[in-house]
Every structure is written in C-alpha cells, then in structure tokens.
C-alpha cells in the first residue's frame, strides 16, 4: 500500500526534493517500504518498480545518512 498525502507530508521534509533525479522519492520510499512488507529481494522487484539498483541506491544512500533512525524518532515523537 503505497502512503498516503498525509503520511508523505510527514516525512517529505528528510529529502532534499528539489535536488534534479531521474525517480520520484516518494515512489522510491514506497518500494522499499513494499519490500520490507513482503520480504521480496531487491532483484526480484516488479517491472512496475523502478530498477531495482535504482531503489537500492537510495537505501544505502538513505541508510549510511542515517535517514531511517531520524525519521523513526521523529514519527514516534508525533505518534
């Protein structure tokens, strides 16, 4: 299930969205979160996905900047 507006609204402010990218992040947040879901591996991603080296850029990219930790205490603080 992909998130919804204001879901998005929530977090959109952790990405630097007005840098130039060939993807959509919030499309790019939504995959990984379907693959957390599901337990899919990255290279078995479907065609309606970007590819899936695309998505894993992101992750890693994400994951070293400690994107995931951040944005968990801060949604938690909302919560």
């Known amino acids: 299930m992909p998130l919804t507006d204001p879901q998005w609204a929530a977090i959109s402010p952790f990405f630097n969205l007005k840098r130039k990218r060939m993807h959509d992040l919030r499309h790019i947040v ?4 379907w693959l957390l879901r599901t337990g ?6 479907p ?3 970007p ?3 695309a998505v894993y850029y992101y992750f890693d ?3 070293r900047d400690n994107l ?3 944005l968990n205490a801060t949604l938690n603080e909302l919560d």
């Open 61 to 63: 990219l994400w994951k």
């Open 51 to 53: 590819h899936w080296q």
């Open 30 to 33: 939504d995959c990984i979160l």
């Open 68 to 70: 995931f930790e951040r």
């Open 47 to 49: 065609k309606c996905w």
């Open 40 to 45: 899919c591996q990255w290279r078995n991603l």
